[in-house]
């Protein structure tokens, strides 16, 4: 349904026969914009709230809040988008002429003829498109893991900080009160303020 009118797009903006050609139509999708709005949606208000609290623009609120939150599902994207163009076959078809542009699909497919099979090249191709394919399902979930709670700095003997704001009758530690580090217990507020050198 809309490969005519990215056909006629593409030809009047000059991008057949281009890389950007045969990328921008599987760059945007309902179905990521749909899957983004959702984990979005998941976030808790209460964060976005402190993050207002503690001084935090917008643009941080969502970059250093909420964005590391919706993390798997900029994987899973990755993924699903990465996988959706690299397995793509219609599209780069029509909207290339030149060899060097094909895709591996539209590439593997001309080892086939009317009267003819080149199977060895055929599952040398194949075998050789997978890699990429095996590497990013492998390595995207890694590039958003979390930190384990053994990798999180722990208060040490000596930081009497929270004991001391504790005695004198306030929840805060001191030195925390600044845009930039929600405030926590203890043991996370120490991690932020060593993310932050502070």
């Known amino acids: 349904m809309l490969v005519l009118p990215w056909y006629v797009m593409s030809k009047n903006l000059g991008w057949l026969d281009t890389y950007w050609g045969i990328m ?9 914009t749909f899957l983004m709005k959702q984990f979005f949606e998941s976030v808790p208000d209460e964060l976005l709230e402190a993050g207002r609290v ?8 969502w970059w250093r809040i909420a ?22 076959f219609l599209w780069p078809l029509i909207s290339t002429t030149r060899r060097e542009l094909y895709t591996l699909p539209v590439g593997l497919a001309s080892f086939s003829g009317e009267f003819q099979t080149e199977w060895e090249m055929v599952m ?7 890699l990429p394919v095996l ?5 995207a979930p890694e590039v958003h893991r979390p930190r384990r709670h053994a990798d ?13 704001s504790s005695a004198s009758g306030t929840d805060t530690p001191r030195g925390l009160a600044r845009p930039g580090c929600l ?9 932020c303020r060593a993310s932050l050198g502070i």
């Open 24 to 32: 921008f139509p599987g760059m945007m999708t309902g179905f990521g």
């Open 54 to 61: 503690d001084g935090l623009g917008e643009f941080r609120i």
């Open 67 to 88: 964005m590391p939150l919706v993390a798997p599902a900029l994987s899973a994207l990755a993924i699903f988008t990465f996988l959706g163009n690299w397995t793509a």
């Open 124 to 130: 040398t191709g194949a075998s050789v498109a997978t």
């Open 135 to 139: 590497l990013v399902v492998r390595r």
């Open 152 to 164: 999180r700095p722990q208060l040490g003997a000596g930081d009497d900080r929270h004991t001391a």
């Open 183 to 191: 405030v926590r217990p203890s043991p996370w507020a120490t991690s």
